[in-house]
Nanobody, 122 residues
Framework: GVRLEESGGGSVQAGGSLRLSCKAS?????MSWFRQGPGAEREAVAA???????YYNDSVKGRFTLTRDVGRNTVYLQMNDLTPDDTGMYFC???????????????????WGQGTQVTVSS
């Protein structure tokens, strides 16, 4: 299966910004970001469908922007105006097939990166 590698996490103060990157070993139609905060379930953050459609969790709309470089098999998640609620491990993910699931359904995804930590302090 495809390999996914994230980078770009770190620690910032509230109101700060971070940019995450996820590079896939080959083209995949869906490239998505999930996050998991302390003691919380993994939740969808944003997703790119073939570089043409983008989807966002309501909690990040207006603050996060997902872009995609199709030629480089890479997605970038620009995160602005970060809050402590954004703290967590961020994972890049891809489903086994480009159909048959919902972008924000964690159970649809079969390939996961190792994750990158984002910590936002108040």
């Amino acid at each position: 299966g495809v390999r996914l590698e994230e980078s770009g996490g770190g620690s910032v103060q509230a109101g700060g910004s971070l940019r995450l990157s996820c590079k896939a070993s080959t083209y995949v139609h869906w490239m998505s970001w999930f996050r998991q905060g302390p003691g919380a379930e993994r939740e969808a953050v944003a997703a790119s469908a073939g570089g043409r459609s983008t989807y966002y969790n309501d909690s990040v709309k207006g603050r996060f922007t997902l872009t995609r470089d199709v030629g480089r098999n890479t997605v970038y998640l620009q995160m602005n105006d970060l809050t402590p609620d954004d703290t967590g491990m961020y994972f890049c993910a891809a489903p086994a097939a480009p159909y048959g699931g919902e972008w924000n359904d964690v159970s649809w995804y079969t390939q996961w990166g190792q994750g990158t930590q984002v910590t936002v302090s108040s």
